[in-house]
């Protein structure tokens, strides 16, 4: 489904797109998501944004940082005023 510049896209769709590209996850951004990421689609998903207080809203994460290590991601949060 099309909605003006975005996409929504089913579990399913995740599926087969992590299976086609032997993928264990997909991490996107570019969605206000209030705390500062966001799991999706049972963990396959993670949705990350780092901009506190974007255009005037509510989102209380000012930065998230992944890092790999052994093999395993981590998330940092770091909530500024801004």
Do not use: W
Request: one cysteine or more; a positive charge; aromatic letters at 12%.
């Amino acid at each position: 489904m099309k909605r003006s510049t975005a996409f929504y896209f089913a579990e399913k769709a995740t599926q087969n797109f992590l299976k086609q590209n032997n993928l264990s996850h997909v991490i996107r951004a570019h969605e206000v998501i209030d705390e500062g990421f966001k799991f999706n689609h049972r963990g396959m998903v993670l949705t990350v944004f780092s901009c506190s207080k974007y255009c005037g809203g509510p989102n209380k994460a000012a930065a998230i940082m992944i890092e790999e290590y052994d093999r395993k991601g981590f998330i940092k949060i770091i909530s500024l005023e801004t």
